[in-house]
């Protein structure tokens, strides 16, 4: 799973590289529209194509039978159970394909999330890194490592009803460091991105596990007889720009990637 997760990271390292420098809404432009094109050759490729059609043929007459016969009550009622049986059918066709699309549609919002979900750290300004662990007597034996470019600028918050430990780290300079947390004899390393730069940021190191390594496919998971459960850097959420409007990335990936599945739908040759 880890050495699949490391090439989905850089492949997706390599569509979002030429726009490194521009607004974000470029990069999530660019992905969207390749993600509808995704969801279309999917839908056609796992979908019973001809049922569809036929099922769409059948809703059409039925609702032109409404019009028609609009003031015969009984054939108005037994054409409206036709649709909901039709429209059930429909239902019917899409649900493999959209199970189908479900994994690789989260891989790709897990991979935005990484890009666009948080702006790096900045320098001069203080952020926060939460620890927590197996056990709360973790907590009096633990400790943060901190490379040159970082220091430490509030004493350590043990809560150990929650198991955590939150330190307030400013950062003097710009970059990429790896800070650790120390417990007795073990040591965890974790990445921190200092700067304006708009690429792949590892919000959170978390134990091995298949649910938690595609969650979190930034940094290889801490191994399983660790003490610390996870490593969290509190980043500050990120909203994008689309020139009309600022929101989460969710809200324009999902309306371009509909809009561009549908707009492909005729090219394509698929029935939705």
Same mark, same amino acid.
């Given at each position: ?14 569509? /979002?590289?030429?726009?490194?420098? $521009? ?17 279309? $050759? ?9 049922? %569809? ?5 059948? %809703? ?34 899409? =649900?493999?394909? !959209?199970?189908?699309? /479900? $994994?690789?549609?989260? !891989? ?18 203080? /952020?926060?890194? *939460? ?12 400790? $943060?490592? =901190?490379?040159?470019?970082? *220091? ?34 073990? *040591? ?42 996870? %490593? ?11 020139? !009309? ?28």
């Amino acid at each position: 799973m880890t050495t699949f997760l490391t090439l989905v990271n850089q492949l997706f390292d390599l569509i /979002f590289f030429p726009f490194r420098s $521009l607004n974000p809404m470029v990069g999530l432009t660019v992905v969207s529209f390749l993600t509808g094109i995704l969801m279309v $050759l999917v839908f056609r490729t796992t979908s019973n194509q001809a049922g %569809i059609k036929q099922v769409k043929e059948r %809703i059409k007459a039925h609702l032109l039978a409404i019009r028609l016969f609009q003031d015969q009550l009984d054939v108005v009622l037994r054409t409206h159970a036709r649709i909901l049986g039709s429209t059930l059918s429909y239902m019917g066709f899409s =649900l493999r394909p !959209l199970a189908v699309m /479900f $994994l690789p549609i989260v !891989l790709i919002m897990v991979q935005l999330e990484l890009r666009l979900g948080q702006h790096p750290a900045r320098a001069e300004e203080s /952020f926060l890194v *939460a620890a927590t662990f197996t056990e709360p007597g973790s907590l009096e034996q633990a400790s $943060l490592q =901190l490379p040159p470019g970082l *220091a430490l600028t509030a004493p350590p918050l043990r809560i150990f009803e929650r198991k955590e430990i939150t330190w307030r780290v400013e950062a003097s300079e710009v970059g990429d460091f790896t800070l650790g947390i120390v417990v007795g004899e073990q *040591a965890f390393a974790k990445t921190v991105t200092v700067g304006d730069s708009a690429a792949r940021l590892s919000r959170k190191r978390i134990r091995a596990g298949l649910v938690n390594q595609f969650l979190y496919p930034g940094e290889p998971p801490l191994p399983k007889e660790a003490r610390v459960e996870s %490593i969290e850097i509190k980043y500050r959420p990120r909203s994008i720009d689309s020139g !009309l409007f600022e929101s989460h990335w969710l809200v324009p990936f999902f309306g371009l990637s509909l809009i561009a599945g549908l707009a492909l739908k005729g090219v394509l040759r698929t029935e939705i």
